[in-house]
């Protein structure tokens, strides 16, 4: 049997999946300061993919990886939603496509 080696986090059924065909696995589990780093990873790697192919499901993915490291951190989406909310209030979106080329003081 070939072995492939990831050495990456994933997700929590990802295990159950691989034996369910018959396959095994090695998983360890980290750290709460080797998850953290584990989790900036794994933000990077879901920015990859979905620049890859703009595919909405990579961006969900994305949103679990945000999840994830809001949760490690202490925090709850509800949260980084209400900083989001209040920057946007403040400084406003996105919504209008602005692109500052430069500014002449």
């Known amino acids: 049997m070939a072995a492939v080696t990831y050495n990456k986090l994933v997700r929590d059924k990802i295990p159950e999946i691989i034996r369910s065909r018959g ?10 300061e080797e998850y ?13 993919e979905y620049h890859a192919d703009h595919n909405l499901e990579e961006l969900a993915d994305l949103l679990e990886v945000i999840a ?3 949760a490690a951190r202490g925090a709850t989406l509800a949260e980084i939603e209400a900083i989001r909310a209040e920057k946007a209030r403040q400084r406003g979106g996105f919504e209008k496509r602005l692109f500052l080329k430069r500014v002449m003081e």
């Not at 953290?36 to 920015?47: F, G, I, T």
């Open 23 to 32: 396959a095994d696995c090695e998983v360890e589990v980290l750290s709460p």
């Open 68 to 70: 994830a490291v809001a």
């Open 36 to 48: 953290l780093a584990a989790l900036d990873r794994k933000l990077d790697e879901e920015l990859a």
